[in-house]
Structures are given as C-alpha cells and as structure tokens.
C-alpha cells in the first residue's frame, strides 16, 4: 500500500532532551515536507527537501532540523525541544514537488513537551 | 505575501442538508488550489484541486469547489451531507518558490453534522 508512515505517533517528553520523528514513504517520491499544525494557525511548514541532500527551511524553521540522506526518510530532529513545540506534526511527500503536485501525507505525531 | 482565509472556525448542518465551505485566498497569479480533509486522528486526504480549465471542479466522496477568479474564492460544496462528512476542512494554496514547493493553509473549518 502506498503510504507515509510516521512514529512515534504520540511523544511526551521534557524540555530540553533531543527526539526524533521518523518518515518514510514507499512512493519514490523526489519531495518531502514537514508541517505544524496548531489551532486556529492551519499547517505551517517546517522544512522540506526536494531530493537527497538538498533541504531548505519552510516557513517556521526555528528549533528544528531534518536531513535526507535516502530517498524514503525524511526525519525530523529537535535537538533541544520547548514547551512552544507542543504541536501535532505532519510529514508529507509528493512526486515532484511542484506547486501543482499532491501531497500526501502521513498520519501525524502529537508531541507534548512538558 | 500568499494568504488563504476559511472565514468560518466552525459550521454545523443537519444530515441531508447542503454545504458551502468558503475559502478566499491572496494570490498574483493564478494559484494551485486544494481542499484537504482531515477526519479525527487522522491525517490529511486530498478532496479536489483546481490548476486551470474549468473553474467547477470534482472531487471524492461527492464534493466540488468552484474557482472564481474575479472574487478570489475556491469554495467548497456538497448537495447532502452524510453524518461521515463531519471532520476539518482545509483549504490551501500551492506554488513553486524557488527550486521548492510551498502549501500555504487556511487555518481550517470544523464541520459538525446533527442528526
């Protein structure tokens, strides 16, 4: 089945303590993209990478890394989470990642930092 | 700057009844637009999406949206409204910036449906 997966699905943790969201998709898709999603703000991207090896910073960056080093992962890394990045977030792919492209995205994984 | 308004937080209608979600958007050229939908603990699920041709669009689960240029909007509609249909509706717009792909969101409308 053609998907985005993502884990953990649910993250609790503290302030300050490095954590990392998984992705992967089974597509062969070039694009990957990560978002936030808050009330009332929508998602908001965080990063995205059209290729391996070549990321760039979405629209809310701060406080987050990825990289790309295959074309299936896509991880999303919090080297010293805060409180303000309790958020539910969400990976998505897309074949080519044009402006015209769907993007298909993973179930999400809700993160409480405390 | 790219922006998309979905005008109303929440909308309840009666099972069997029509829907119109709104969705305005700011844009200088002709945008890509979406409607996404986000059912409980769920991800999100492409309904429909518009590049050019006609501007009456058809999507799953028997939505369409409409483009009108001259008022900005891509609204979403469905004759009947099934009680399944209650989840968050995302409106977006998509364009190329630079060698990237950017999705700009709505901040979405919660549809409740009563019985």
């Known amino acids: 089945e053609a998907q985005v997966t993502q884990n953990p699905r649910y993250l609790i943790t503290v302030t300050g303590k490095k954590l990392t969201v998984t992705c992967s998709q089974n597509m062969n898709h070039e694009y990957m993209s990560w978002y936030r999603q808050d009330p009332g703000l929508g998602l908001r991207q965080i990063y995205y990478?059209?290729?391996?090896?070549?990321?760039d910073k979405g629209d809310v960056p701060e406080g987050y890394k990825v990289s790309r080093k295959e074309k299936r992962n896509f991880p999303l890394i919090l080297e010293s989470p805060s409180p303000n990045q309790t958020s539910l977030y969400f990976c998505a792919s897309s074949p080519l990642g044009g402006g015209a492209d769907t993007q298909y995205f993973g179930p999400g994984t809700r993160l409480t930092v405390l | 700057a790219q922006s998309v308004t979905q005008p109303d937080i929440h909308i309840t209608v009666s099972e069997g009844a029509s829907l119109e979600l709104r969705c305005n958007y700011s844009y200088g050229a002709t945008p890509y637009l979406f409607w996404y939908v986000q059912s409980p603990g769920q991800g999100l699920q492409l309904l429909l999406k518009y590049f050019s041709g006609d501007t009456l669009v058809q999507g799953i689960k028997g939505f369409e949206a409409e483009f009108k240029r001259s008022q900005s909007s891509f609204n979403l509609r469905k004759p009947s409204v099934h009680w399944s249909d209650a989840a968050e509706y995302f409106c977006?717009?998509?364009?190329?910036?630079?060698?990237?792909?950017?999705?700009?969101f709505g901040a979405g409308t919660i549809l409740r449906v009563k019985s």
């Open positions: 990478s059209m290729n391996v090896e070549v990321t």
């Open positions: 977006a717009v998509g364009r190329r910036v630079g060698y990237g792909n950017k999705l700009v």
